[in-house]
């Protein structure tokens, strides 16, 4: 029977509202999460001259053919849950062991891809999607990623407006045993002035761009779900992230030109879904921020309606936009 693996975090709230939207609609779904194998997951695959991979997985409850799977849903999973009893050097090797025998085949795996993790991972990097974006025909912020306190101030010289500065990769890190987050500022003549730390990594900053309000633009193959995001403080207009409480929501349409550049830079990608971030100026033109292979997009469901796990549950079953 044709079925649906789902690869994801047990504890992901976002999964289970996938899950039982294609439940729902009569799907098999087999749910798994990498942090399950090799304990509570078990994988027989094999390979010969006669046929391509076929064999199964199985966990205590479930079980599905390799040979059924149509259609594949990744949405970070866990590592892998190696024996306690192992060394460290023992577990890493295990890991990669792991991750290139259940991961080699998963990822072999010949069917529908919401979105392949290869080029989930490829797509995570700014600087690409930016240069991709460009490419597509987006409008994007001038940016300077650098390490180098003289190349910022001759940023901003060059820029002759205000500048933000916000991290490359992802603005979340665990400190004393608390998560906290690196939200996008702005740079004022005191940063300018004392530039110090600049030096031990890489950072981003950008043009800042007027704005009318921002739009989280959630893409799913074809489909393009669009919500204007309205910042109610002054924390918000900078940065929504840092006070969602201020936060107003609407269902918009996407401009004709910006979808076309948006859905040129899905195939570029190889991807078939996406969280978009642009912003929207008072003249209108929508400017391209990021694009996160795997952002989040319940709570937008939640605040507008715009109907994204059925979105996702139709393009994993191949249902026409």
Not at 221 to 232: K, S, T
Request: net charge negative.
């Amino acid at each position: 029977m044709p079925a649906v693996l789902v690869i994801a975090a047990r504890d992901d709230w976002p999964t289970d509202r996938v899950v039982k939207t294609l439940t729902d609609g009569g799907a098999e779904v087999f749910r798994m999460d990498t942090a399950e194998f090799p304990k509570d997951l078990t994988l027989a695959g094999r390979i010969d001259a006669r046929r391509g991979w076929a064999g199964g997985l199985a966990s205590p409850h479930r079980a599905v053919d390799l040979a059924d799977i149509t259609a594949v849903y990744y949405r970070a999973p866990n590592a892998f849950a190696l024996p306690a009893t192992m060394s460290e050097p023992e577990r890493r090797f295990a890991a990669v062991q792991a991750r290139s025998g259940l991961g080699g085949i998963i990822t072999a795996l010949d069917c529908r891809w919401v979105s392949h993790p290869a080029a989930m991972s490829r797509a995570e990097y700014k600087p690409l999607q930016l240069a991709t974006a460009r490419a597509c025909g987006l409008a994007i912020p001038a940016t300077l990623i650098t390490n180098n306190a003289d190349a910022v101030r001759a940023f901003v010289g060059d820029v002759g407006g205000q500048v933000v500065c916000k991290p490359v990769a992802s603005p979340v890190l665990i400190e004393d045993d608390q998560l906290k987050t690196v939200y996008t500022r702005r740079l004022t003549e005191g940063d300018l002035s004392d530039l110090r730390g600049i030096d031990t990594t890489a950072h981003l900053f950008q043009a800042w761009v007027d704005k009318a309000h921002e739009v989280r633009l959630t893409v799913v193959g074809e489909r393009l779900l669009a919500a204007e995001v309205h910042a109610g403080s002054d924390a918000a207009h900078t940065d929504w992230r840092s006070d969602y409480a201020s936060l107003t929501y609407q269902v918009t349409e996407v401009p004709a030109d910006v979808a076309d550049g948006v859905r040129r830079y899905m195939d570029r990608l190889a991807l078939r879904f996406a969280a978009m971030d642009f912003i929207v100026g008072p003249d209108r033109q929508w400017t391209f921020l990021e694009a996160n292979p795997c952002g989040q997009w319940d709570w937008i469901e939640h605040a507008t309606g715009l109907p994204i796990a059925q979105a996702i549950a139709d393009e994993l079953q191949g249902v026409p936009a």
